[in-house]
């Protein structure tokens, strides 16, 4: 279950699949599209730190675009391949610790009042622990083996919490909305983990163990998609 309705999501899927055709045709690689998009990712948390929370939302917004393509891409392309499923994994969270670092930097900066910097920046590093420890969790569960793509605030829910918002309406008052945008981050992203570690306990206790068990390799070894949800 995600926050995300299903016909919101077939309609950008079917929506993006013609961008996708094209940059395969174009012969863009699916690692540049990962590139660039961390790149825009970067420049949000720069926007945020500079105040300019309307383009930074754009921006949030733009990356999650190219975070979609680079999945396509590889698929129509053929290029899935370990290690852009690694590139990949490992550039989104360059790309969340900027971002996060400049929305941080936002509110010590006078984004906020000053009795509000405190939960403020505590709120933006949690948000951003919360979102790493929701891909981590994913991670650790195939590489036992298991599926693990349950929880209602996945990736592309928090990059539409965050830009859409602040894209419509920047930081609002005082930054106020900005910061309930990113303590609602933090605590949707806290929900996911312990939705992700209740679904492993549960397949942990119900499945065989020893010649019985799930003969599935590690995803680490196995050539896994990009541009999943995460």
């Not at 720069?46 to 930074?56: D, Q, T």
């Not at 690694?86 to 400049?102: K, N, Q």
């Amino acid at each position: 279950m995600t926050l995300l309705p299903r016909w919101l999501r077939h309609g950008y899927d079917a929506a993006t699949r013609p961008i996708a055709r094209s940059l395969v045709t174009a012969g863009i690689t699916p690692n540049l599209i990962t590139t660039v998009g961390t790149g825009i990712l970067v420049a949000s948390g720069v926007a945020f730190a500079a105040g300019s929370v309307r383009l930074g939302g754009l921006l949030v917004l733009l990356s999650g675009v190219c975070d979609t393509l680079d999945g396509k891409v590889a698929r129509a392309s053929g290029q899935v391949t370990p290690f852009g499923a690694f590139y990949d994994s490992t550039l989104d969270r360059v790309g969340e610790s900027a971002l996060f670092a400049g929305i941080a930097l936002y509110f010590v900066s006078g984004g906020v009042p000053s009795g509000l910097v405190p939960l403020a920046v505590f709120s933006a590093v949690a948000a951003l622990a919360t979102g790493l420890l929701v891909s981590y969790a994913r991670a650790r569960a195939e590489g036992l083996g298991l599926e693990c793509k349950v929880g209602f605030a996945q990736r592309a829910e928090r990059i539409l919490a965050l830009g859409v918002p602040t894209l419509l309406f920047a930081a609002g008052p005082e930054g106020r909305l900005l910061l309930a945008i990113v303590i609602l981050l933090a605590g949707i992203a806290a929900v996911t983990v312990v939705q992700r570690v209740v679904h492993v306990y549960r397949e942990t206790r119900s499945r065989p163990t020893g010649a019985g068990g799930s003969k599935r390799p590690p995803a680490s070894l196995e050539p896994a998609g990009k541009g999943q949800q995460r």
